[in-house]
């Protein structure tokens, strides 16, 4: 896939038409519609832009809770259920994006991204067991995003993004994000964030910023 494609942009879905606006102004081959910023039935803004969204982009659709840095109060049990049936009504090609948690609550997927949002990072071994249980339950992409201050913070990350070969995708927050990100993508990573420069998302670096400094590397043919 294109690096663009790797690129999620984030779109917040606090109206379907400007989320609209934005996915079809979108920087990059992919984006991600954070419905967690919907106060409506994210059921019906999913349909509605699923029916706009026509061409051919990667979509990711999140309900990403407050426990995990986003705007859903829903208890555990009710998000699950709603992911899974976000899941069945999913056009081709579109992913939807599980916390870890709800997907066991969910019991399984049908190649979803399973999120883990740690305060601190699991130990290697602990991260290779978690993505190989996103596996088992039928994750497509295992995502792992913590605060990263130290050198060696951002480092792990890296580690596991290149042990698992395409599967696992994973990035440190804080000042070294944007080289988290790179890292990320050099190591083959299946997609990485960046905000709508029309939406800026704090701690999110542009993801026309992080698609000019990936091709700055020389490896934009990848
Ligand atoms: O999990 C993530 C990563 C993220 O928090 C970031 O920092 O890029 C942005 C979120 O929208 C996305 O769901």
Redesign the pocket.
């Known amino acids: 896939m294109a690096v663009d494609g790797r690129i999620c942009t984030?779109v917040p879905v606090e109206s379907v038409g400007e989320a609209a606006r934005l996915a079809l102004s979108l920087p990059t081959g992919c984006v991600?519609l954070?419905l967690d910023f919907y106060r409506g039935d994210p059921r019906e803004a999913y349909m509605e832009l699923s029916t706009i969204l026509n061409r051919p982009a990667r979509v990711v659709a999140?309900l990403?809770s407050r426990g995990h840095?986003?705007l859903d109060r829903r208890p555990r049990g009710e998000r699950a259920s709603l992911l899974s049936r976000l899941e069945d009504l999913a056009p081709k090609g579109w992913l939807v994006?599980f916390e870890v948690e709800d997907l066991a609550a969910s019991g399984g997927c049908s190649g979803c991204i399973a999120?883990s949002?740690p305060q601190r990072p699991p130990t290697p071994s602990e991260a290779l067991e978690a993505s190989a249980e996103a596996e088992r339950r039928g994750a497509s992409i295992y995502?792992l995003?913590y605060p990263g201050l130290e050198p060696w913070e951002q480092a792990a990350s890296a580690w596991i993004v290149a042990e698992a070969r395409g599967f696992a995708t994973s990035?440190t927050?804080g000042p070294g994000?944007l080289a988290s990100r790179l890292t990320a993508l050099a190591l083959g990573a299946p997609l990485?964030?960046?905000s709508h420069p029309q939406a800026p998302?704090e701690?999110?670096p542009p993801s026309p910023e992080i698609l000019g400094m990936y091709l700055k590397m020389g490896l934009g043919g990848s």
Do not use: P
Request: proline residues 0%; aromatic residues 10%.
């Open positions: 984030v991600e954070r999140t990403r840095g986003g994006d999120s949002h995502k995003v990035f927050l994000t990485v964030f960046g998302l701690g999110v």
